[in-house]
T-cell receptor
Framework: KAGVTQTPRYLIKTRGQQVTLSCSPISGHRSVSWYQQTPGQGLQFLFEYFSETQRNKGNFPGRFSGRQFSNSRSEMNVSTLELGDSALYLC????????????FGPGTRLTVL | AQKVTQAQTEISVVEKEDVTLDCVYETRDTTYYLFWYKQPPSGELVFLIRRNSFDEQNEISGRYSWNFQKSTSSFNFTITASQVVDSAVYFCALTLNTNAGKSTFGDGTTLTVKP
């Protein structure tokens, strides 16, 4: 079975731009979660999607949004990028719920200049 | 609010030594799940173990073992006879079993195993 894939792997943007990251979960997995990892804040939960609906959300500003498609693929969008948004963005998929075992993708390294 | 504390920021051992990584969690919920993940330099988080709050049995998987104690809110991870390939950042995480379930990660422990 193919693992979780994320594209692109690396991204460089400038302040004020917006960015869209993509995540394809393991086949059959319905829950997709997103995390931000930075040296200062560590790993922080962004949101979780299930059946095209956002089910849970972390403490991030509205500039961070996401969506899930009918095939469970998910995208996350960050608008009006700030320097502090530079991070590794990790996507994880699980079978049904976030408490199931989550399998992580390799991440997208976003650098904001 | 839930919290996970991994007090050991960095640990360095020599190959074949045993090492224990500590994890202490806080939550008012009675139903929750605890996880350990390994993050090698490549960056991808690798799942190691999942334990629910009602299962306090310790678990052993090869050189890895986990000690879950609800009385002290701890879920410690021991690597026996460490190897250089064990060098990585290890994260402990807590996920609540509610509709507002979200995962909270500790800050991680960087383990360096020297040959």
């Amino acid at each position: 079975k193919a693992g979780v894939t994320q594209t692109p792997r690396y991204l460089i943007k400038t302040r004020g731009q917006q960015v869209t990251l993509s995540c394809s979960p393991i086949s059959g997995h319905r829950s997709v979660s997103w995390y931000q990892q930075t040296p200062g804040q560590g790993l922080q939960f962004l949101f979780e999607y299930f059946s095209e609906t956002q089910r849970n959300k972390g403490n991030f500003p509205g500039r961070f949004s996401g969506r899930q498609f009918s095939n469970s693929r998910s995208e996350m969008n960050v608008s009006t990028l700030e320097l502090g948004d530079s991070a590794l963005y990790l996507c994880a998929s699980s079978l049904w719920v976030i408490t199931d075992t989550q399998y992580f993708g390799p991440g997208t390294r976003l650098t904001v200049l | 609010a839930q919290k996970v504390t991994q007090a050991q920021t960095e640990i360095s051992v020599v190959e074949k030594e045993d090492v224990t990584l500590d994890c202490v969690y806080e939550t008012r919920d009675t139903t929750y799940y605890l996880f350990w993940y390994k993050q090698p330099p490549s960056g991808e988080l690798v799942f190691l173990i999942r334990r629910n709050s009602f299962d306090e049995q310790n678990e052993i998987s090869g050189r890895y073992s986990w000690n879950f104690q609800k009385s002290t809110s701890s879920f410690n991870f021991t690597i026996t006879a460490s190897q250089v390939v064990d060098s990585a950042v290890y994260f402990c995480a807590l996920t609540l079993n509610t509709n507002a379930g979200k995962s909270t990660f500790g800050d991680g422990t960087t383990l360096t195993v020297k040959p």
